[in-house]
């Protein structure tokens, strides 16, 4: 299924709670996922069924207005020890890289607002949101700079 560990570094941390679609070209594994990890190599995601290294996929992140769609690769796959797998997915074209990292910080930020009305009850639009979360962690926020998709 190929070693996460090599890939780790090129992938962030990212909220369970978003939902992404990960489309193969095996009509069974079409299936509505949670996005785990966003990084600078692409995206980490909670998979029912596994994937094998190498396939092609489409992610697509519906959170966004137009839904955010890029083609890549799987390049690691491993149980998660909940009964399903996470799955490591390559980007292909750099200009998905750079769309993506837009893209996960709308996710983080959507995260935030979602967190801080569980835990303070606080009802946030997404602008205040976004002021919110960009001044608590936009500075730790990684950049995609020198990240090569070959």
């Known amino acids: 299924m190929g070693s996460a560990k090599q890939f780790d ?7 369970a709670d978003i939902p992404i679609e990960i489309a193969t070209e095996i009509p069974r594994q079409d299936a509505l996922q949670r996005l785990k990890d966003v990084g600078m190599g692409g995206v980490a995601c909670r998979s029912v069924g596994p994937l094998k290294v190498g396939s092609p996929v489409v992610l697509t992140i519906p959170l966004v207005k137009p839904p955010f769609s890029a083609r890549g690769a799987v390049v690691w796959c491993r149980r998660d020890g909940a009964g399903g797998y996470e799955v490591g997915i390559r980007f292909r074209e750099s200009d998905d890289v750079f769309a993506a990292r837009m893209v996960e910080q709308i996710c983080h930020i959507e995260h935030y607002r979602q967190e801080v009305l569980r835990a303070e009850g606080r009802v946030l639009d997404g602008e205040s949101a976004a002021l919110e979360w960009i001044a608590l962690y936009a500075a730790r926020f990684p950049s995609v700079e020198g990240y090569n998709t070959h």
């Open 9 to 15: 570094r090129f992938f962030l941390r990212h909220p």
